[in-house]
């Protein structure tokens, strides 16, 4: 199966006022079809070429020769766990069993959402920030560039892109209020709890909350 650019979980203008229709038509249909379509073309008569896009990331990950193919497919892979870490009528506090996990590794919801926006405001340049299980416990993650957890222990539940380009038509410099917005409008945390129970070997429906699991 060749790689192609998965749709949006909602509609263009699903995310106002938080995030605009073109900042979503910019991010969804420029930048992240472009990470599919350079990951399609490097990919294209090498054995990677009908792999999972998970698989994709894995096997270029950490080598030289492959930067530019592992740039492209974690950037590939990232935005599209992104669109899923967001929702109509999200945000505000966890639910479920990541709330009383978040509660067990940090304390309260407050001390989480506090230590998020402290790392997604404090993270330099371009780059993510994640909240990922690892050993059990929650903790939140930066990544710079196109890196990603998903070549790492931790199993990411969320995700944050703080690329300048995913806000900056909304939000120009103002980073922390885009922050404010993701927390308090848009989190998805049935998706947190679906990858949550995934994790737990508890899903019956992994492909649902496996974004980039293809084939
Ligand atoms: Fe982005």
């Not at 894995?58 to 492959?66: F, I, K, P, V």
Request: hydrophobic residues 45%.
């Amino acid at each position: 199966m060749s790689l192609s650019l998965p749709p949006l979980p909602y509609a263009l203008d699903a995310l106002e006022p938080y995030l605009s229709r073109r900042t979503l038509s910019v991010h969804h249909g420029n930048h992240h079809a472009a990470y599919v379509a350079k990951t399609a073309a490097l990919v294209k008569g090498t054995p990677l070429e009908t792999a999972p896009l998970e698989d994709i990331v894995r096997a270029a990950a950490g080598s030289e020769q492959n930067c530019a193919l592992f740039n492209a497919a974690a950037q590939a892979w990232n935005h599209e766990f992104f669109w899923h870490s967001m929702r109509p009528g999200g945000g505000k506090d966890a639910t479920g069993a990541v709330a009383q996990l978040i509660e067990e590794s940090f304390g309260s919801q407050q001390a989480f959402r506090q230590q998020f926006v402290a790392a997604a405001g404090d993270h330099f340049g371009s780059g993510w920030v994640w909240l990922v299980l690892e050993a059990g416990r929650l903790r939140i993650m930066t990544t710079a560039n196109a890196e990603t957890p998903l070549t790492t222990a931790a199993y990411p539940l969320l995700t944050l892109d703080v690329w300048e380009h995913a806000y900056y038509l909304d939000y120009q410099h103002r980073r922390l209020d885009y922050i404010a917005a993701f927390l308090g409008n848009l989190i998805n945390w049935d998706f947190a709890n679906e990858r949550l129970a995934t994790a737990r070997g508890e899903s019956s429906a992994a492909s649902a909350a496996a974004p980039g699991r293809r084939g």
